[in-house]
T-cell receptor, first 114, second 109 residues
């Protein structure tokens, strides 16, 4: 099992604020992902990274940005939060094995923008 | 990308009952996972099962890759089994998972 951590777990913030959601993993996984999930709905991939200095946009368009300076760390930033950003954000990581990419998820961050 | 369909969308069981959840894929997948999302939103890995059958306690899963579906069996259900069950998969060399819309399970006393 991968150990993957997200902070904060819950965040309520006003419109226009800049926020950074933290994600870190201790398993040395090269691949990391950010998913967005509205309550009761399926997860949608918004960003992923295949290693240090590698970031790509996912299937769902997002105004957030990510960086990957260290293998274990994959933060997500919103420069100016809006109520439409209210959602749960889940970070995941997986090993880099050919055709075998079991993903492990962090506990998530519930973001509310007022 | 692939399409993932889960059925049934909602399920209510009495404690002790058995159930089968189904996941259909529009294309062949080489990575298939089942997750349980608890009421606090955490995704718990249940099975990594691109093919074959696996069992873990009261839960088991079977994937028939050639027919593009997977089944999750829950036996002797307990109230702690309540939550949303997701399947997800990917194709080719892409590691990005596509999720189904989930099955919402409620187990009552």
């Amino acid at each position: 099992e991968a150990d993957i951590y997200q902070t904060p777990r819950y965040l309520v913030i006003g419109t226009g604020k800049k926020i950074t959601l933290e994600c870190s993993q201790t398993m040395g996984h090269d691949k990391m992902y950010w998913y967005q999930q509205d309550p009761g709905m399926e997860l949608h991939l918004i960003h992923y990274s295949y290693g240090v200095n590698s970031t790509e946009k996912g299937d769902l368009s997002s105004e957030s940005t990510v960086s990957r300076i260290r293998t274990e760390h994959f933060p997500l930033t919103l420069e100016s939060a809006r109520p439409s950003h209210t959602s749960q954000y889940l970070c995941a990581s997986s090993e880099d094995r050919f055709f075998s990419y079991e993903q492990y998820f962090g506990p998530g961050t519930r973001l509310t923008v007022t | 990308g692939i399409q993932v369909e889960q059925s049934p969308p909602d399920l209510i069981l009495q404690e002790g009952a058995n159930s089968t959840l189904r996941c259909n894929f529009s294309d062949s997948v080489n990575n298939l996972q089942w997750f349980h999302q608890n009421p606090w939103g955490q995704l718990i890995n249940l099975f990594y099962i691109p093919s074959g059958t696996k069992q873990n306690g009261r839960l088991s899963a079977t994937t028939v890759a050639t027919e593009r579906y997977s089944l999750l069996y829950i036996s002797s259900s307990q109230t702690t089994d309540s939550g949303v069950y997701f399947c997800a998969g990917n194709t080719g060399t892409a590691s990005k998972l596509t999720f189904g819309t989930g099955t919402r399970l409620q187990v009552t006393l």
